[in-house]
């Protein structure tokens, strides 16, 4: 398992604790071992390779099943994996979504462009709006010089232009 300074964890239904982290560029997944008390069945999420800025989210209710499009008593549990590639105004966000198979084992979906760029990425967070969506938060800035003559940006890094964005989210279809 590699180290890594920051894993975001989550528990499913079952209890089954998830750990999530970035390291060199991997995004892995592992889940702890209560008997052995250490993270177990470390694996890399297939597809989501440069990320920083990791952010998990359990969402009840994120994947409908045949026939119940709209209809949340139909729906499955999700992960959401969201991360940051690049930096600057490359910088893009992207989201995996993952779903447990038949046999409780995670699936990963091809990573999804959430948010591009234009603007300068600064951070992320999920949130789960409890009807199988999920938002994405980001703090944007316009790219600019820093301004040497301003004070308060210089003393904190603050800057005047930063602001946050919210996206919504929902899976359409089945599968």
């Known amino acids: 398992m590699p180290y890594a300074s920051s894993i975001q964890t989550l528990n499913d239904a079952n209890g089954t604790a998830y750990g999530f982290l970035e390291d060199n560029g991997l995004l892995w997944q592992c889940q702890w071992n209560p008997?052995?008390?250490r993270w177990d069945k470390?694996?890399?999420?297939?597809g989501a390779y440069g990320g920083e800025k990791l952010q998990a989210l359990l969402v009840?209710?994120?994947?409908?099943?045949?026939g119940s499009i709209g209809d949340q008593e139909g729906n499955t549990?999700?992960?959401?994996?969201a991360y940051?590639?690049?930096?600057?105004?490359?910088a893009q966000v992207y989201a995996t979504l993952g779903q447990w198979n038949s046999d409780g084992?995670?699936?990963?979906?091809e990573p999804l462009l959430l948010g591009g760029s234009g603007s300068v990425t600064e951070d992320i967070d999920l949130r789960s709006n409890g009807d199988g969506s999920f938002e994405l938060i980001s703090q944007r800035r316009t790219p600019v010089a820093a301004d040497p003559g301003n004070t308060l940006q210089t003393i904190t890094g603050a800057?005047?232009?930063s602001e946050l964005i919210r996206q919504?989210?929902?899976?359409s279809g089945s599968g």
Request: charged share 20%; glycine share 8%.
């Open 42 to 46: 470390a694996q890399v999420v297939p």
């Open 77 to 81: 549990p999700g992960i959401v994996l």
């Open 105 to 109: 084992q995670l699936s990963w979906h």
């Open 168 to 171: 919504s989210f929902r899976v």
């Open 159 to 161: 800057r005047s232009d």
């Open 35 to 37: 008997q052995a008390e």
């Open 84 to 90: 940051r590639i690049g930096s600057g105004e490359a």
């Open 60 to 66: 009840d209710n994120l994947w409908p099943t045949s």
